[in-house]
């Protein structure tokens, strides 16, 4: 039996790469891979953390087998990881590159355990980037044998530092471990909501990139004309959040605005998407969105703005909406959807190809290609 290690944020973190790395390690599994997933004893320092906890409270998955190892500010313990992975002698060590900070701890645990590596890239550049990041990025990337970009803007970016043949694409797989989409009626009643509106789900963490202003303004033009929309935002917020309620206390949103503004647990994933219509990524820029493969999963129409690799996955008017990063053509595109009901089935079926498209066998039979 071949054995793989998997490095990187996994239970008792939590968060879209953790569920990816879940995700990623049953299906090679699936492959009859023995899996091994080590994870962080701390991730982040509190003060470099924007949000309330980093870690989830429900329990581990059963079926993996996690290993808590890497403290990302302790040198002894990257190569006590290291040393760790030796041991084992893996025929495949998988890490994941999202942020710089995390380049020394990761390419150190890396460049010492002597292991055939690929280095699944979410983000090369942090949206908020700062002095010293690319010194951080440069140190990863030099210790990592291969790269498999999630969206053609990480893979463009990476080709400005590495050698192209090295770098490969696969779009971001479908989340289907949230569940299957519930009857809408009990999601509505299940979040307390009123059943008389339709929705236009925000979902996830709410940063400034993300564009929650930008949707409020769009937002406060489409409800003029449809009174029987409202927005509901689901999330945690690393932003201001003042900044945000004195917004839609501007626009005199306050009636239309539902605000769930906590880190949603995975098993209440599935409410959210099956209680809205239509989910909205207004982003200022992006790479790509984990978001995206939920809404797929559920089959729910998106709009999204035509900002980085977020318009690499779903075409416009079949799958939902790409929208310039304009008030103006975000709120054209709901009251198009909303004033159309053949719209609503008919992204809905489209979507359903997307499904098989990005799926995660699909994704492992990338990575096997990559290794072998």
Not at 10 to 26: Q, V
Not at 73 to 85: G, H
Request: glycine share 4%.
């Amino acid at each position: 039996m071949k054995s793989l290690v998997i490095l990187g944020p996994a239970h008792p973190y939590r968060g879209g790469i953790a569920s990816f790395n879940e995700r990623l390690a049953e299906e090679f599994q699936r492959h009859e891979w023995k899996v091994t997933l080590i994870t962080f004893t701390l991730q982040y320092p509190s003060f470099l953390f924007p949000g309330k906890d980093q870690l989830h409270q429900g329990d581990a998955p059963k079926s993996l087998n996690i290993v808590r190892k890497i403290n990302s500010i302790n040198p002894l313990s990257w190569f006590r990881t290291a040393a760790y992975i030796r041991n084992l002698n893996p025929n495949l060590l998988i890490t994941h590159f999202w942020h710089p900070y995390l380049g020394p701890a990761l390419g150190n645990i890396i460049r010492y355990s002597k292991t055939k590596n690929i280095s699944i890239v979410h983000n090369l550049f942090p949206h908020e980037r700062k002095i010293g990041d690319n010194l951080l990025i440069k140190y990863y990337l030099s210790n990592t044998d291969k790269y498999l970009a999630l969206s053609k803007k990480v893979k463009n970016d990476l080709l400005s530092l590495v050698d192209s043949k090295n770098v490969s694409l696969s779009a971001h797989p479908v989340y289907d471990n949230y569940g299957e989409p519930i009857d809408k009626n009990e999601a509505i009643k299940k979040l307390n909501l009123n059943p008389d509106f339709k929705y236009i789900l925000f979902f996830g963490l709410i940063r400034k990139y993300k564009g929650l202003d930008l949707l409020l303004d769009a937002f406060a033009k489409s409800v003029q004309e449809n009174k029987k929309i409202k927005l509901l935002i689901a999330g945690e917020f690393y932003d201001q959040q003042n900044k945000y309620l004195e917004q839609i206390q501007n626009l005199q949103l306050e009636e239309q605005v539902i605000i769930h503004d906590h880190f949603i647990p995975n098993d209440e994933v599935k409410n959210y998407f099956s209680a809205c219509e239509l989910v909205a990524q207004t982003y200022h820029r992006a790479t790509q969105s984990g978001i995206m493969q939920i809404a797929i999963q559920f089959q729910k129409p998106m709009l999204v703005t035509n900002v980085g690799g977020l318009s690499e996955m779903i075409q416009d008017n079949i799958h939902g909406y790409i929208c310039e990063p304009k008030d103006t053509d975000i709120a054209k595109s709901i009251n198009d959807y909303f004033n159309d009901s053949s719209k609503s089935k008919r992204f809905e079926n489209n979507l359903l190809e997307l499904k098989s498209k990005y799926s995660w066998k699909s994704f492992y039979d990338k990575l096997y290609a990559i290794h072998s």
